[in-house]
């Protein structure tokens, strides 16, 4: 198998959303700096209530998938749809809002650590319109898998991988482009491997300790771009290392994007407002 190697690096900026929620944002700071089909990747992280109690009120998306991954803390869900549920520590939420979906994401918290990840997944244009639907899971629900040989632990969110000869799939299911999203945790100077397709695009984002792909550093807060390949090479460093993998089928289409609404044409951005302002998004 051929190594892959780091392609671009994508170094996280500080940034706010929502009602005023501090984070930093990686992948999707501009237009040129998103991975097919990949759009945005937010890391939000912080002990004082002032960076996050704003939370993120009521807006609508179109035509992409959002996934809420949390590390610590609660974080309540609402959408148009009557979904209402809690997302704890170490759960995932996966929302493909297709035409429409008009949603609130709220701490549940007053205070106390707050840390996780959203991520943005574009859809192809023949699914920008499927009616929206949404999956949660709990950390208890989530494809836990311990490798003997190195003590490396690996939370398998969504996807397909064969480590040791046996093969494991994670809880999120029939999405679009089969993602891999795969959160590593691997102990001081342990290398660890994971075999991916390659005709799958993605990147490493390092957010504890220190690591390596193959020859090169990763550093903390940034989207490591993956070469071509069909094997990621990874190494921790003294102090153990915290990654997400992320991986995909490019979608080659292009993109048209307008805040929470992505489509392929400028029309269909204006449609997609219009429908919002008509009451007729979702």
């Known amino acids: ?15 706010r959303d929502g009602a005023g929620v501090s984070l930093l944002r990686s992948v999707g700071q501009s237009p040129g700096q998103r991975i097919d089909p990949f759009l945005m990747l937010d890391c939000f992280f912080s002990d004082n209530p002032d960076d996050y ?13 959002t996934v809420t991954y949390m590390l610590d803390g ?11 549920a809690v997302l704890g520590s170490g759960g995932v939420q996966w929302m493909t809002a297709g035409r429409g979906v008009i949603h609130e994401e709220m701490p549940e918290q007053q205070e106390g650590l707050m840390r996780g990840f959203q991520l943005w997944i574009n859809l192809p244009a023949a699914e920008k319109m499927t009616p929206a639907r949404y999956q949660e899971f709990a950390a208890e629900e989530i494809t836990n898998i311990e490798d003997l040989q190195t003590g490396a ?7 397909d991988i064969t480590l040791n000869g046996q093969t494991y799939s994670g809880p999120v299911s029939g999405i679009s482009r089969a993602p891999l999203m795969l959160d590593l945790r691997l102990p001081a100077n342990t290398t660890f491997s994971v075999p991916l397709q390659d005709d799958r695009a993605g990147f490493v984002y390092l957010f504890e300790g220190s690591a390596q792909m193959y020859d090169a550093g990763l550093n903390l807060h940034e989207a490591a771009e993956l070469g071509e390949g069909e094997l990621i090479q990874l190494q921790a460093g003294p102090e153990g290392a915290a990654l997400l993998l992320l991986a995909a089928q490019p979608i080659n289409e292009p993109i048209a ?24 998004l979702v």
């Open 1 to 15: 198998m051929t190594d892959r190697t780091i392609k671009r690096r994508i170094t996280a900026r500080p940034s």
């Open 53 to 65: 109690i704003a939370g993120f009120p009521a807006h609508p998306h179109r035509g992409f998938e």
């Open 74 to 84: 609660q974080m309540r869900h609402r959408d148009h749809l009557g979904n209402e």
């Open 153 to 159: 632990r690996v939370k398998l969110i969504a996807g």
């Open 257 to 280: 994007q307008y805040g929470p609404f992505v489509m392929n044409t400028p029309e269909e951005i204006d449609q997609a407002i219009n429908d919002y302002r008509n009451g007729t």
